[in-house]
Protein backbone atom coordinates (compact mmCIF):
# COMPACT_ATOMS: atom_id res chain seq x y z
CA UNK A 1 0.00 0.00 0.00
CA UNK A 2 2.96 2.17 0.96
CA UNK A 3 4.41 1.55 -2.35
CA UNK A 4 1.07 2.36 -4.13
CA UNK A 5 0.92 5.78 -2.64
CA UNK A 6 4.32 6.47 -3.60
CA UNK A 7 3.77 5.96 -6.79
CA UNK A 8 0.79 7.73 -7.08
CA UNK A 9 2.74 10.48 -5.10
CA UNK A 10 5.13 10.25 -8.27
CA UNK A 11 2.25 10.51 -11.02
CA UNK A 12 0.70 13.74 -9.13
CA UNK A 13 4.37 15.30 -9.34
CA UNK A 14 4.97 14.43 -12.73
CA UNK A 15 1.29 15.89 -14.00
CA UNK A 16 2.09 18.98 -12.21
CA UNK A 17 5.49 19.41 -13.84
CA UNK A 18 3.89 18.71 -17.15
CA UNK A 19 3.37 21.45 -19.25
CA UNK A 20 1.84 19.71 -22.23
CA UNK A 21 0.57 16.22 -21.69
CA UNK A 22 -1.44 13.99 -24.13
CA UNK A 23 -3.12 10.92 -23.17
CA UNK A 24 -3.32 7.57 -25.33
CA UNK A 25 -6.72 5.76 -23.76
CA UNK A 26 -6.61 2.00 -24.47
CA UNK A 27 -9.74 -0.03 -25.01
CA UNK A 28 -9.61 -1.44 -21.39
CA UNK A 29 -10.77 1.62 -19.91
CA UNK A 30 -13.91 1.30 -21.71
CA UNK A 31 -14.34 -2.08 -20.45
CA UNK A 32 -13.81 -0.76 -16.94
CA UNK A 33 -16.58 1.63 -17.13
CA UNK A 34 -18.63 -1.04 -18.14
CA UNK A 35 -18.85 -0.78 -22.27
CA UNK A 36 -19.41 -3.19 -24.32
CA UNK A 37 -15.99 -4.99 -25.29
CA UNK A 38 -17.09 -7.42 -28.01
CA UNK A 39 -12.99 -8.80 -27.97
CA UNK A 40 -13.15 -10.04 -24.90
CA UNK A 41 -13.18 -13.93 -24.98
CA UNK A 42 -16.18 -14.57 -22.99
CA UNK A 43 -18.67 -12.36 -24.40
CA UNK A 44 -17.05 -13.04 -27.73
CA UNK A 45 -18.28 -16.85 -27.13
CA UNK A 46 -21.46 -15.99 -25.64
CA UNK A 47 -22.32 -13.92 -29.11
CA UNK A 48 -20.92 -16.51 -31.57
CA UNK A 49 -23.09 -19.15 -29.98
CA UNK A 50 -26.13 -16.41 -30.51
CA UNK A 51 -25.48 -15.77 -33.59
CA UNK A 52 -24.01 -18.53 -35.65
CA UNK A 53 -21.12 -15.41 -36.26
CA UNK A 54 -18.18 -14.19 -34.15
CA UNK A 55 -18.37 -10.13 -33.03
CA UNK A 56 -15.72 -10.08 -35.55
CA UNK A 57 -17.22 -11.25 -38.29
CA UNK A 58 -20.59 -9.36 -37.67
CA UNK A 59 -18.72 -5.85 -36.72
CA UNK A 60 -16.83 -5.73 -40.00
CA UNK A 61 -17.62 -3.69 -43.36
CA UNK A 62 -18.58 -6.76 -45.42
CA UNK A 63 -20.81 -8.28 -43.20
CA UNK A 64 -22.51 -4.50 -42.88
CA UNK A 65 -22.89 -4.40 -46.46
CA UNK A 66 -23.85 -7.64 -47.51
CA UNK A 67 -26.46 -8.62 -44.28
CA UNK A 68 -27.29 -5.50 -42.75
CA UNK A 69 -30.07 -6.75 -40.73
CA UNK A 70 -28.12 -9.19 -38.64
CA UNK A 71 -25.24 -6.68 -38.31
CA UNK A 72 -28.37 -3.96 -36.63
CA UNK A 73 -29.44 -7.27 -34.88
CA UNK A 74 -26.12 -7.63 -33.46
CA UNK A 75 -25.41 -4.10 -33.20
CA UNK A 76 -28.18 -2.69 -31.55
CA UNK A 77 -28.63 -5.54 -28.87
CA UNK A 78 -24.83 -6.42 -28.06
CA UNK A 79 -23.01 -3.17 -29.24
CA UNK A 80 -24.80 -0.30 -28.29
CA UNK A 81 -27.08 -0.99 -25.42
CA UNK A 82 -24.32 -1.01 -22.58
CA UNK A 83 -23.03 2.47 -23.25
CA UNK A 84 -20.72 2.60 -19.80
CA UNK A 85 -21.01 5.44 -16.70
CA UNK A 86 -18.82 8.25 -16.44
CA UNK A 87 -16.79 7.63 -13.26
CA UNK A 88 -14.51 9.65 -11.29
CA UNK A 89 -11.28 8.90 -13.30
CA UNK A 90 -13.17 10.72 -16.31
CA UNK A 91 -14.04 13.16 -14.48
CA UNK A 92 -10.61 13.67 -13.18
CA UNK A 93 -9.40 13.64 -17.09
CA UNK A 94 -11.98 16.46 -17.43
CA UNK A 95 -10.31 18.81 -14.72
CA UNK A 96 -6.89 18.07 -15.71
CA UNK A 97 -7.86 19.37 -19.14
CA UNK A 98 -9.52 22.21 -17.88
CA UNK A 99 -6.14 23.36 -15.89
CA UNK A 100 -4.90 22.66 -19.20
CA UNK A 101 -2.33 20.28 -17.97
CA UNK A 102 -4.20 17.42 -20.15
CA UNK A 103 -3.65 19.08 -24.10
CA UNK A 104 -5.66 15.96 -25.95
CA UNK A 105 -7.26 12.82 -25.98
CA UNK A 106 -6.64 9.74 -28.30
CA UNK A 107 -8.86 6.82 -28.17
CA UNK A 108 -10.34 3.78 -29.94
CA UNK A 109 -13.15 3.75 -27.82
CA UNK A 110 -16.28 4.32 -29.59
CA UNK A 111 -18.99 5.20 -26.92
CA UNK A 112 -17.27 8.43 -26.30
CA UNK A 113 -16.21 8.44 -22.87
CA UNK A 114 -14.24 11.86 -22.32
CA UNK A 115 -16.59 13.28 -24.23
CA UNK A 116 -19.17 12.83 -22.07
CA UNK A 117 -17.16 13.26 -19.18
CA UNK A 118 -16.44 16.48 -20.41
CA UNK A 119 -13.10 16.70 -22.11
CA UNK A 120 -13.63 18.95 -25.47
CA UNK A 121 -9.80 17.60 -27.27
CA UNK A 122 -10.36 14.21 -28.16
CA UNK A 123 -9.53 12.19 -30.53
CA UNK A 124 -11.93 9.65 -31.29
CA UNK A 125 -9.64 7.35 -33.87
CA UNK A 126 -12.52 4.79 -34.73
CA UNK A 127 -15.46 7.30 -34.56
CA UNK A 128 -18.13 7.36 -31.99
CA UNK A 129 -21.92 5.55 -31.67
CA UNK A 130 -23.35 9.02 -30.94
CA UNK A 131 -22.72 9.78 -34.33
CA UNK A 132 -24.57 8.65 -37.28
CA UNK A 133 -25.62 9.44 -40.59
CA UNK A 134 -27.52 8.84 -43.99
CA UNK A 135 -24.78 8.36 -46.52
CA UNK A 136 -26.80 9.37 -49.05
CA UNK A 137 -28.04 12.95 -48.25
CA UNK A 138 -25.76 13.61 -45.11
CA UNK A 139 -28.94 13.67 -42.64
CA UNK A 140 -26.75 12.79 -38.60
CA UNK A 141 -28.67 10.94 -36.60
CA UNK A 142 -28.44 10.33 -32.96
CA UNK A 143 -28.01 7.15 -31.28
CA UNK A 144 -31.49 6.70 -29.36
CA UNK A 145 -32.86 7.11 -32.85
CA UNK A 146 -30.52 4.01 -34.00
CA UNK A 147 -31.35 1.97 -30.57
CA UNK A 148 -35.28 2.93 -31.06
CA UNK A 149 -35.81 1.80 -34.42
CA UNK A 150 -37.55 -0.54 -35.74
CA UNK A 151 -35.09 -3.04 -37.96
CA UNK A 152 -32.98 -1.69 -39.82
CA UNK A 153 -32.78 2.19 -38.96
CA UNK A 154 -33.11 4.20 -42.32
CA UNK A 155 -33.26 8.11 -43.20
CA UNK A 156 -36.30 9.60 -42.94
CA UNK A 157 -36.00 11.90 -45.68
CA UNK A 158 -34.46 9.75 -48.36
CA UNK A 159 -34.95 6.37 -46.81
CA UNK A 160 -31.17 4.86 -47.45
CA UNK A 161 -29.82 2.90 -44.42
CA UNK A 162 -28.23 4.88 -41.93
CA UNK A 163 -24.68 4.12 -41.42
CA UNK A 164 -22.92 4.47 -37.57
CA UNK A 165 -20.65 6.84 -37.18
CA UNK A 166 -17.98 3.75 -36.26
CA UNK A 167 -15.17 2.43 -37.86
CA UNK A 168 -15.46 -1.24 -38.47
CA UNK A 169 -13.07 -4.20 -38.77
CA UNK A 170 -11.36 -4.09 -42.62
CA UNK A 171 -12.15 -0.45 -42.46
CA UNK A 172 -9.57 2.51 -42.99
CA UNK A 173 -8.45 5.07 -39.82
CA UNK A 174 -9.23 8.66 -41.16
CA UNK A 175 -5.55 9.65 -42.18
CA UNK A 176 -5.98 12.94 -40.98
CA UNK A 177 -7.02 12.27 -37.87
CA UNK A 178 -4.11 10.01 -37.21
CA UNK A 179 -1.77 12.67 -38.55
CA UNK A 180 -3.78 15.32 -36.28
CA UNK A 181 -3.15 13.04 -33.23
CA UNK A 182 0.53 12.44 -33.94
CA UNK A 183 1.23 15.98 -34.51
CA UNK A 184 -0.10 16.37 -30.45
CA UNK A 185 2.06 12.84 -29.49
CA UNK A 186 4.83 14.94 -30.75
CA UNK A 187 4.07 18.23 -28.81
CA UNK A 188 4.14 15.97 -25.59
CA UNK A 189 6.44 16.23 -22.77
CA UNK A 190 4.52 13.83 -20.75
CA UNK A 191 2.40 11.04 -22.61
CA UNK A 192 -0.04 9.43 -20.50
CA UNK A 193 -0.49 5.85 -21.60
CA UNK A 194 -3.81 4.00 -19.94
CA UNK A 195 -5.67 0.93 -20.60
CA UNK A 196 -3.56 -1.06 -22.57
CA UNK A 197 0.09 -1.98 -23.40
CA UNK A 198 3.27 -0.55 -24.73
CA UNK A 199 2.77 -2.67 -27.61
CA UNK A 200 -0.83 -2.11 -28.49
CA UNK A 201 -1.64 -1.13 -31.44
CA UNK A 202 -2.94 2.24 -29.87
CA UNK A 203 0.70 2.24 -28.63
CA UNK A 204 2.45 1.03 -31.51
CA UNK A 205 0.74 3.94 -34.05
CA UNK A 206 1.84 6.86 -31.43
CA UNK A 207 4.77 5.94 -29.69
CA UNK A 208 7.14 6.43 -32.26
CA UNK A 209 6.31 10.15 -32.08
CA UNK A 210 7.33 10.83 -28.27
CA UNK A 211 10.36 12.74 -28.13
CA UNK A 212 9.16 14.12 -24.61
CA UNK A 213 10.57 13.40 -21.05
CA UNK A 214 8.04 11.48 -18.92
CA UNK A 215 6.24 8.01 -21.01
CA UNK A 216 3.82 6.56 -17.75
CA UNK A 217 1.87 3.82 -18.04
CA UNK A 218 -1.65 3.00 -16.08
CA UNK A 219 -2.46 -0.68 -16.68
CA UNK A 220 -4.23 -3.43 -15.01
CA UNK A 221 -2.34 -6.00 -16.58
CA UNK A 222 1.98 -6.73 -16.66
CA UNK A 223 3.81 -6.78 -19.45
CA UNK A 224 7.09 -6.86 -21.18
CA UNK A 225 7.04 -3.75 -22.62
CA UNK A 226 6.56 -2.20 -19.36
CA UNK A 227 10.07 -1.49 -18.71
CA UNK A 228 9.85 1.28 -21.80
CA UNK A 229 8.13 3.22 -19.46
CA UNK A 230 9.67 5.83 -16.85
CA UNK A 231 6.75 5.39 -14.17
CA UNK A 232 4.33 2.04 -14.34
CA UNK A 233 1.48 1.53 -12.09
CA UNK A 234 -0.70 -1.46 -11.88
CA UNK A 235 -4.49 -1.21 -11.42
CA UNK A 236 -7.66 0.03 -13.14
CA UNK A 237 -6.60 3.57 -14.52
CA UNK A 238 -9.98 4.53 -13.86
CA UNK A 239 -9.39 3.81 -10.27
CA UNK A 240 -5.80 5.52 -9.97
CA UNK A 241 -6.83 8.41 -11.62
CA UNK A 242 -9.57 8.70 -8.98
CA UNK A 243 -6.49 8.16 -6.02
CA UNK A 244 -5.19 11.26 -7.23
CA UNK A 245 -7.58 13.64 -5.88
CA UNK A 246 -7.27 15.88 -8.07
Known sequence: MEYYKEKISWLRQTIERSNYMVCLM?????????????????????IEGKYGYSPEEMFNATFYNTRVEQFYEFYKNDMINVLGEVGEGLKTMQRLEARGKLKSIITRDIFSLPKRAGCRNVYELHGSVFSNHCPH???????????????????QVCGTVIRPGVSMIGEMVDNGLIS???????KADTLLVMGCNLKSQLANTFLRYFTGEQLVLLNS???????????VIHGKPMDILKDLGI
Do not use: M, W
Open 221 to 231: QEHFADKKADL
Open 137 to 155: CGKQYSLEYIQQSDGVPKC
Open 180 to 186: RAAEEVQ
Open 26 to 46: GVRVSSQCGCTNYRDEHDAYV
